[in-house]
């Protein structure tokens, strides 16, 4: 069974940094989900996938994986593009450059 240690994007109801820093290790499926026929709900008898960890680093996440004999594997996360942060009112300055329409 393999575990992916990774650090997980904001939801969109996050404005803030915190707890952004935090790494995660989760396991990865070891069986299908199956559908059960009579109620229709989703199953899996797999247990390990409801299991997911938080770590303050990477590294204690990879320590955590290798004391434990777990196969794991690191996804890095993608770098942020520097945002432009500008005001409402620039939309609406004189000297803007480009067009303004409605």
């Given at each position: 069974?393999?575990?992916?240690?990774?650090?997980?994007?904001?939801?969109?109801?996050?404005s803030g940094k915190?707890?952004?820093?935090?790494?995660?290790?989760?396991?990865?499926?070891?069986?299908?989900?199956?559908?059960?026929?009579l109620m229709g709900w989703t199953s899996s008898?797999?247990?390990?996938q409801q299991l997911r960890l938080w770590f303050d680093s990477k590294e204690e996440a990879i320590?955590?994986?290798?004391?434990?004999g777990v196969a794991w594997r690191?996804?890095?996360?993608?770098?942020t593009r520097p945002r432009h942060n500008a005001a409402y009112s620039d939309n609406f300055k004189s000297d803007r450059i480009g067009q303004?329409?409605?």
């Open positions: 069974m393999t575990a992916r240690i990774l650090q997980p994007a904001r939801n969109a109801m996050q915190a707890k952004s820093g935090r790494w995660l290790l989760a396991f990865d499926p070891a069986s299908p989900r199956s559908v059960e026929p008898s797999d247990t390990r320590a955590y994986a290798e004391r434990n690191v996804e890095e996360p993608r770098p303004w329409t409605h």
